[in-house]
């Protein structure tokens, strides 16, 4: 193993830590644990779960994805509503002491989209965007090759466009992307309307199984999904979307609506032009996309 | 005057074309013909100007702005409603079998945008989008200083952006920004609330003359603006956004409606944070960024 070829990546969720080891773009090891929602013990868990993947010899770079949004200027952490602690924090340098290796931060999103770019579905496409739908529902876009964070850091909110509906979203504003379709407000959903599905994978169980309410709600989150694709589509012309995190299995019931809505609306493009494709790395793809930004961010210095 | 430094720049509308001699950042000379709809003539045109513009002397390399695109891949031009009889046609290479110099062809928007980038409101910013509201609303995006075209060549469609209405657009869809707050559908929206005003200017003297109609008119038409605005700060973090066209002059009573909405809809952004300008080159904004272009390709080859 080449040892300068040698990355740890982390990816930190609202309710779990996943870590890797990466090398030659392939995983050598992984591990997880409960995220701590206090800060000192927070540092204390991602300094653990690099110092157990490192197994005793020298750190390698570090990278972290988080779900909230490291400033340019100065590396603290913006918008973290799940980990409110982070907010102001400057993560990446609290991390470099505590390790005393170079440690890069970036968006969970981001980050995913990275791997995805990498590894996964989106290899060989030179811009995509890619959409995790979650608890929330969060977006990354590769442009023209390369990550594109916009000139303030937040590129890539994708669960907050608009789409139509009149649900209030946690954000304050209605009609949010993510107030319908992420994987708890589509539970949520299935509720209202009566349907035995505790969450997201019970619901498209009820779809398969061919119970009409759980296909017919679906098929309106798919057409609320392709509104928004819309949007990306008329505003960058991407013709590629990867849909990972749990809503990614289900991404069979929600394409073909989506694609109606998709041509409908961004008009000038045919079907064919238009390619919905599932995430592939699964929950590898935050900590491999971090890794190899760690690693990228190395061969810089 | 440098000769290595010279280009001409033509910009073609739904009625006229304008054309600039330009050297050193300045416009040396302006000249301007009512646009041609069949194909041969519409050439004839086009050459005419450059050979007015360079008055006898060698032509230098010429670059065209149109209302449509330029496919990637061969150059023939995709989606030019105003234009048919462009459809298909390899502009660019017609024009240089015609003139015997290099021809670049462009949208109009994008050269709209790279005009303003360059010596225009988007000097010093490196991401903004231009929205030029006329006839219709065209958008063109500069990202990390340079002008994005997408990968397939139609990025920047602000004007098809949804914003929440129920007005047919002329692309077939509904709720489109172009369909509600064009020059064209404010002067008819106006009408319809029986409004005294033939168009956009006249609404806007009307507003500025306290008519409580016309002013409220245009305060749902700023609120619109703002959604289709906040679209784009979420997608894309960006902050500046130039407006141009026939709109331009009428931002001031559009401005406060629109960061409202901006402020509300892409959270964890300040009003501070935004920027809403005034386009500053006016009707040279396209010609100058066709001039531009058809340098820049010159001087790589």
Redesign the interface.
């Known amino acids: 193993m080449d040892p300068s070829d040698l990355a740890l990546g982390i990816d930190v969720g609202g309710t779990a830590i996943k870590a890797g080891a990466i090398s030659g773009g392939r995983v050598l090891q992984r591990v997880e644990t409960a995220t701590p929602h206090d800060l000192e013990a927070f540092l204390d868990a991602l300094a653990g779960l690099a110092r157990e993947l490192a197994g005793g010899t020298a750190l390698p770079p570090v990278g972290v994805g988080i779900p909230g949004f490291p400033a340019p200027a100065d590396g603290s952490i913006?918008?973290a509503p799940n980990l409110p602690f982070l907010q102001g924090v400057p993560l990446g340098p609290a991390l470099e002491e505590r390790l005393g290796v170079p440690v890069r931060v970036d968006n969970d999103a981001n980050l995913a989209a990275w791997g995805e770019a990498l590894r996964g579905a989106g290899r060989g496409r030179?811009?995509f965007l890619l959409a995790t739908i979650g608890t929330g529902i969060g977006?990354g876009?590769v442009?023209?090759g390369r990550l594109?964070?916009?000139?303030?850091?937040?590129?890539?909110?994708?669960g907050?466009?608009?789409v139509?509906h009149d649900r209030l979203c946690g954000?304050?504003?209605r009609?949010c992307l993510e107030a319908a379709v992420s994987a708890r407000s589509l539970a949520a959903w299935a509720r209202e309307e009566g349907l035995e599905a505790a969450d997201l994978r019970e619901l498209a169980a009820l779809a398969r199984a061919g119970n009409g309410g759980a296909r017919d709600l679906l098929r309106r989150a798919g057409a609320l999904l392709g509104?928004a694709l819309?949007?990306?589509a008329?505003?960058?012309?991407?013709?590629v979307f990867v849909i990972g995190g749990g809503g990614a299995p289900v991404l069979d019931l929600l394409r073909e609506p989506a694609l109606q809505v998709l041509v409908?609306?961004?008009?000038?493009?045919e079907r064919e032009?238009f390619e919905l494709l599932q995430a592939e790395l699964g929950n590898d793809a935050g900590f491999f996309g971090a890794a190899a930004l760690a690693l990228e961010a190395g061969a810089r210095a």
């Not at 008329?234 to 013709?239: E, I, K, V």
């Open positions: 913006l918008g030179p811009d977006g876009l442009l023209d594109y964070r916009g000139p303030g850091g937040l590129a890539g909110e994708f907050h466009l608009p139509g954000c304050g504003a009609g509104e819309a949007q990306v008329l505003l960058l012309d991407l013709r409908l609306r961004a008009f000038g493009r032009d």
